[in-house]
């Protein structure tokens, strides 16, 4: 099984500042990763897939990138409704694996 | 798209469990559809998945032999399944679906199971 460990677990920030999260994979999973972002009470919502493709409708402020064992993603801006948890997902390997989640907060 | 769960059951520990979720807004047999656990307070975990046009099945070996994932085709309807509930597998469930993305670009809005005595 594929570990996704990411970090930092927590990001505290302030609305405008550059936020840097970081996934990185025990193999290589080539492009096929994901990254997700869920606040309280809410599913989680794709914003980036096979890396770096933005899903519909992610501003342009949330980028992907990396290969095979390191990635991040990045937002460039932090708004306030940007404050959640973040977490990678890969698909290159059953089973599919998540990873244990960035709380970017404010601080 | 839309994927529709109901929003809470509880059981007592050793009932049996079936929870389902409605697609609607796209060819159902055509797109893998996935089962996500959440514990309270806790990080996403991925169970298992299903392709509905031939049900080829894959677990994650964390949940293979305690959950059972299936889906019926005639009403667009992927389920997840326990025989014998236990304290532990209180969650909430989630499903998602891969449709127009490499990745799950859809979820329902999640199905809390609570297991008390």
């Known amino acids: 099984e594929i570990v996704l460990t990411q970090s930092p677990a927590t990001l505290s920030l302030s609305p405008g500042e550059g936020a840097t999260l970081s996934c990185r994979a025990s193999?290589?999973?080539?492009?096929?990763l994901a990254w997700y972002q869920q606040k309280p009470g809410q599913a989680p919502r794709l914003l980036i897939y096979?890396?770096?493709n933005r899903a519909t409708g992610i501003p342009a402020r949330f980028s992907g990138s990396g290969s095979g064992t390191d990635f991040t993603l990045t937002i460039s801006s932090l708004e306030p409704e940007d404050f959640a948890i973040y977490y990678c997902?890969?698909?290159?390997?059953?089973?599919?694996?998540f990873g244990q989640g960035t709380k970017v907060e404010i601080k | 798209v839309q994927l529709v769960q109901f929003g809470a059951v509880v059981k007592e520990p050793g009932e049996s469990l079936t929870i389902s979720c409605k697609a609607s807004?796209?060819?159902?047999?055509?797109?893998?559809i996935a089962w996500v656990r959440q514990m309270p307070g806790r990080g996403l975990e991925w169970m298992g998945i299903?392709?509905?046009?031939?049900?080829?099945?894959r677990y994650s070996p964390s949940f293979q032999g305690q959950v059972t994932i299936s889906a019926d085709k005639s009403i667009n309807t992927a389920y997840l399944q326990w025989t014998r509930l236990r304290a532990s597998d209180t969650a909430m469930y989630y499903c998602?679906?891969?449709?127009?993305?490499?990745?799950?670009?859809?979820w329902g809005q999640g199905t809390l199971v609570t297991v008390s005595s």
């Open positions: 998602a679906t891969l449709y127009s993305a490499g990745a799950f670009d859809y």
């Open positions: 807004g796209y060819t159902f047999t055509n797109y893998w």
């Open positions: 299903i392709y509905p046009g031939d049900s080829d099945t």
């Open positions: 193999q290589s999973v080539s492009s096929d």
């Open positions: 096979d890396t770096s």
């Open positions: 997902q890969q698909r290159n390997n059953w089973p599919w694996t």
